[in-house]
């Protein structure tokens, strides 16, 4: 078990208020009361500078994928900075960074074979458009530059990742952005237009022509990509409906426009496979993914691109414009592998599928709650859509979600000792993805916290 020092908790406080600046957050939260601050973590709990213990619902950020305090995977850290610290992936190869594309490769499917590596899932995202443009450039077709991507989705933050990114709520204080990101429909069935609202498939089929509409609209010459998540994250969890991928892979291959998926959560065991796209069979051109392919041990992304779409760079006097000093660092790439050793021998993939049902049926009991609307995910990865009435699906207005969601769900979850995410960049969402090595009394606690607080949230509206 991993220890943490004694910390003078006072102090610690007084420096993160005048000195840290966290992402996404409003400060104003903290003028009367403290930063949350978690100081170590053990298998699926996490504990704050008080000693209180927190179920990991969310993984810190869909990112704990084997769990906190594995110590194997600390000492292969350790061994690899004592080895070589450093060395960038600028015209240099380092033994760990090879193996680990060998590795990921093998686990990719069809022929995406090629891994370029990064330090975040921003920088994956923004890779991949750019490695599309420049593909189409030395390929013959320059005014390739548009990406596709659906409402509501998050591909990232960085200048081109937001453009691609489908919240208008996080993008006006930096516009202009990049020129390019255009939106389609996402794939949530539970607020489906009328006109395909009684049939996933149809629903499926719908939402997948909306793509070739677009890329028509667009005019297919200026289309690069399309940019989508095996289940979409923001918006609470929406897998895809029966069929969808396939008919989004034949329109991408009648236009010629590249099939980016964006597994920055879904890859690594979330869905039950190493990549989404295996569970839901279809062959995207180039994986972008981040997150738990370390299980957070250190920072690492990347993209998985296919042997045709790297021939062209290999060619000549060509080589990909593009590169960051961290990117596929040493120390990332050793816990990388040592995190994958840590899957196979303790074959998650499989614990994933065979514990799934049992957590979707845990969950699925909060449906006699009068404010869940919708209980949807696979895999380790779950939305509870909350509603003001059930049988009209009416949702809450922007004050009762503010009050519902920041002023009372967020802390009272935490107080609660369950750490998962209150969203309301959607429609109002609970995100649960915990790490994959949780059971039967996981599920049963996220379940009974979850029961305790919806209710009351019930009670205060
Ligand atoms: C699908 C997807 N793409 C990209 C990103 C950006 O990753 P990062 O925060 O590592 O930059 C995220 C982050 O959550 C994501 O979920």
């Not at 593909?135 to 990406?147: A, D, Q």
């Not at 972008?288 to 060619?315: C, N």
Request: hydrophobic content about 40%; proline content about 6%; some cysteine.
């Amino acid at each position: 078990m991993s220890g943490a020092p004694a910390y003078d908790h006072a102090r610690l406080q007084e420096a993160a208020k005048r000195h840290l600046w966290l992402h996404f957050t409003r400060h104003s939260t903290f003028d009367d009361a403290d930063v949350p601050t978690i100081v170590r973590g053990v298998g699926q709990y996490v504990f704050d500078q008080h000693g209180k213990r927190y179920l990991d619902g969310l993984s810190g950020l869909f990112v704990s994928q084997i769990g906190h305090g594995r110590t194997d995977v600390a000492e292969a850290a350790a061994r690899q900075a004592a080895e070589l610290a450093y060395y960038p992936l600028w015209s240099y190869a380092h033994p760990r960074a090879v193996e680990l594309a060998e590795r990921l490769a093998g686990y990719a499917p069809g022929d995406l074979n090629r891994v370029f590596f990064t330090t975040s899932g921003s920088e994956a995202v923004e890779s991949a458009w750019k490695m599309a443009k420049q593909y189409f450039k030395l390929t013959g077709e320059p005014s390739r530059y548009k990406v596709l991507s659906r409402y509501i989705a998050y591909h990232g933050t960085t200048h081109g990742a937001l453009a691609i990114t489908g919240l208008p709520d996080i993008k006006p204080p930096f516009e202009p952005l990049p020129a390019g990101g255009v939106r389609v429909p996402n794939t949530n069935f539970y607020r489906a237009p009328s006109f395909v609202a009684d049939d996933l498939t149809r629903f499926g089929a719908w939402a997948a022509d909306e793509i070739e509409r677009a890329i028509l609209r667009e005019g297919p010459e200026t289309v690069a990509a399309v940019f989508v998540e095996p289940v979409q994250n923001s918006g609470g969890c929406f897998p895809p409906p029966p069929g969808y991928f396939g008919r989004v892979r034949e329109i991408c291959d009648r236009y010629g426009v590249l099939l980016v998926s964006d597994e920055v959560i879904c890859a690594f065991g979330r869905l039950g496979y190493m990549f989404g796209s295996d569970r839901y069979g279809y062959q995207p051109d180039v994986i972008t993914f981040a997150k738990g392919v370390t299980s957070g041990y250190a920072p690492l992304g990347g993209m998985i691109v296919s042997d045709r779409l790297m021939e062209p760079y290999l060619r000549d006097e060509t080589s990909f414009l593009h590169g960051v000093t961290f990117a596929g660092h040493p120390v990332s790439c050793a816990v990388a592998l040592a995190n994958l050793d840590v899957f196979e021998k303790e074959d998650l993939l499989a614990h994933v599928r065979a514990n799934e049902g049992a957590f979707r049926a845990t969950l699925e009991k909060l449906h006699d709650l009068p404010i869940v609307g919708d209980i949807r995910g696979d895999g380790y990865f779950y939305g509870i859509e909350m509603v003001r009435d059930k049988a009209t699906r009416e949702t809450f207005d922007d004050d009762e979600s503010e009050r519902l969601l920041r002023g009372f769900l967020s802390p009272a979850l935490y107080d609660a000792g369950l750490i998962c995410r209150a969203d309301d960049r959607g429609d109002p969402v609970i995100q649960l993805s915990p790490p994959l090595t949780c059971g039967q009394e996981h599920f049963d606690e996220m379940e009974q916290i979850l029961r305790s607080v919806l209710s009351q949230a019930w009670q205060q509206l």
